[in-house]
């Protein structure tokens, strides 16, 4: 009962921060689009992605915080808010290395496929990136509750998948290729560590009398136990293995 209390005390934890993470994030997009907004939109013009030009291939990291129009960063506002607190409420830090990957690999399917010419802003590439990650992350990781999100999530928001679809009026290819970036993402940063092993401790536990508790790995070979196999596994079980 103390590993899951503390387990759940974690998860709150981490889910408290993905909220505090998402709300900054939001209000720094929305202050950085009335800066916008006041010079005209040239920010979006001088930082948003402009399609295989070598010295604009940096703007792939600024291109997300910007926006066109009102209209632009309200679309993207709700989506972003809830696609990104359901991505980063397992850990903050596994977040933002997805964030970065879906960021890159969105902002590199826009510089090389978009239109000649063209200029692209906008973090509707991050959103897909992110709907793609809480899509897979669950099979990935082997957490049922992540699984059942995911479920919903394709559900709910189904519509989504045309922004995937080649179109003139939005950048699907920043859709696609964010949208890919979150699969990857959802494979790169998936949790390694066995789920089974807290269950295989709790259940080769025992408690001599008037002792501690006492794995099977650690019984003395006087006791029936093999004295290779027990340092074996003891060694598998410090590696995490």
Same mark, same amino acid.
């Given at each position: 009962?103390?590993?899951?209390?503390?387990?759940?005390?974690?998860?709150?934890?981490?889910?408290?921060?993905?909220?505090?993470?998402?709300?900054?994030?939001?209000?720094?997009?929305?202050?950085?689009?009335?800066?916008?907004?006041?010079?005209?939109?040239?920010?979006?013009?001088?930082?948003?992605?402009?399609?295989?030009?070598?010295?604009?291939?940096?703007?792939?990291?600024?291109?997300?915080?910007? @926006?066109?129009?009102?209209?632009?960063?309200?679309?993207?506002?709700?989506?972003?808010?809830?696609?990104?607190?359901?991505?980063?409420?397992?850990?903050? &830090?596994?977040?933002?290395?997805?964030?970065?990957?879906?960021?890159?690999?969105?902002?590199?399917?826009?510089?090389?496929?978009?239109?000649?010419?063209?200029?692209?802003?906008?973090?509707?590439?991050? &959103?897909?990136?992110?709907?793609?990650?809480?899509?897979?992350?669950?099979?990935f990781d082997r957490h049922t509750i992540d699984i059942v999100v995911g479920l919903v999530m394709a559900?709910?928001?189904?519509?989504?998948?045309?922004?995937?679809?080649?179109?003139?009026?939005?950048?699907?290819?920043? @859709?696609?290729?964010?949208? &890919?970036?979150?699969?990857?993402?959802?494979?790169?940063?998936?949790?390694?560590?066995?789920?089974?092993?807290?269950?295989?401790?709790?259940?080769?536990?025992?408690?001599?009398?008037?002792?501690?508790? &006492?794995?099977?790995?650690?019984?003395?070979?006087?006791?029936?136990?093999?004295?290779?196999?027990?340092?074996?596994?003891?060694?598998?079980?410090?590696?995490?293995?």
């Amino acid at each position: 009962m103390g590993t899951e209390s503390q387990t759940a005390e974690i998860m709150i934890a981490e889910a408290r921060k993905a909220l505090w993470v998402m709300v900054g994030f939001l209000a720094f997009i929305w202050l950085v689009q009335i800066a916008n907004w006041a010079a005209g939109y040239a920010l979006s013009q001088s930082f948003g992605i402009a399609a295989r030009d070598p010295a604009r291939l940096p703007d792939i990291v600024t291109a997300p915080f910007l @926006h066109w129009n009102w209209a632009h960063i309200e679309g993207n506002s709700g989506p972003l808010f809830v696609f990104g607190f359901l991505a980063a409420y397992r850990g903050v &830090v596994k977040f933002l290395g997805v964030t970065g990957l879906i960021a890159v690999a969105s902002g590199l399917g826009v510089w090389f496929f978009a239109s000649p010419l063209s200029v692209t802003a906008g973090a509707s590439g991050v &959103v897909f990136g992110y709907f793609g990650y809480i899509l897979v992350r669950g099979v990935f990781d082997r957490h049922t509750i992540d699984i059942v999100v995911g479920l919903v999530m394709a559900l709910c928001f189904a519509y989504q998948f045309t922004g995937l679809l080649p179109s003139d009026e939005f950048s699907w290819q920043g @859709h696609l290729f964010g949208f &890919v970036g979150g699969i990857l993402g959802g494979w790169l940063f998936r949790d390694r560590r066995p789920r089974a092993v807290a269950a295989t401790r709790s259940a080769t536990a025992t408690r001599p009398l008037g002792g501690s508790p &006492v794995t099977s790995l650690e019984r003395p070979a006087a006791a029936g136990g093999d004295p290779s196999r027990a340092a074996l596994m003891k060694e598998l079980d410090d590696l995490g293995l």
